[in-house]
């Protein structure tokens, strides 16, 4: 399903017409609430970046929205960084001048004077300027401009019915109405998050992952 076919559907299904700007703003609040539902590989990316000597903070890419994993290369091996807090680097590796591999790192955020731009805290310091690879969650293209998304070929039910949810909210529609237009998202959702967190993960290397079980 397109975007023209998508906005088609909807309004047809609804008996009401939206104007262009108020059916792009449905659509890209559904699409929202299905990307924060839901764990898929289509939303994630890979990105090799380089470590700079001497200096813990890694600027990290700007479409950024939570990481799935983080490694570095070191003399041909691949080896992951744990996940952790600042307070926990700060404490462990108190000093920036003493340097080494890092073995963990943690989401430091923005900085004053560029607050569009996060980074990763590092520890230690890196004593190398290593390859990383950094894996990760963002948000892909809307269907509002991109026309065509993994989300309108493979499972348009989900964002029809995340549209419909939206669009009965913009007509203030009764209660049971917007009820129902909810139940029929979340069944959709459901079947989403079955593959997944479900049939994606069937052996899933680390713990802590989001993990569905399989219906």
Known sequence: MNYTELQTAVQDAVENSFSANDFSTMTKL???RIYNSVQLPNLRKNSTLTLT?????????TDFLSSFSFGVTVAGVFSYLLNK??????????SVAVTGTPQYY???????????????LLGPTPS????????????????VTATTTWLGDNFDSVLFNAVMVEAARWMKQ??????????????SLTLLKN?????????????????????
Not at 85 to 94: G, K, Y
Not at 198 to 214: E, I, S
């Open 30 to 32: 559904a699409e929202q």
């Open 85 to 94: 807090d600042v307070n926990f680097i700060r404490e462990s590796f108190p």
């Open 53 to 61: 000597i001497g200096n813990p903070l890694l600027v990290v890419p």
């Open 195 to 215: 593959l997944g967190e479900g049939k994606n993960r069937q052996d899933a290397y680390r713990t802590g992952q989001v993990r569905t079980k399989v219906v």
């Open 106 to 120: 943690a989401l430091y955020g923005t900085q004053t004077g560029t607050p569009k731009v996060q980074s990763f």
């Open 128 to 143: 190398a300027a290593l390859t990383a690879e950094l894996n990760y969650f963002y948000y892909p293209e809307s269907i």
């Open 174 to 187: 009764e209660q049971d109405i917007v009820a129902e237009a909810d139940k029929q998202y979340v069944q």
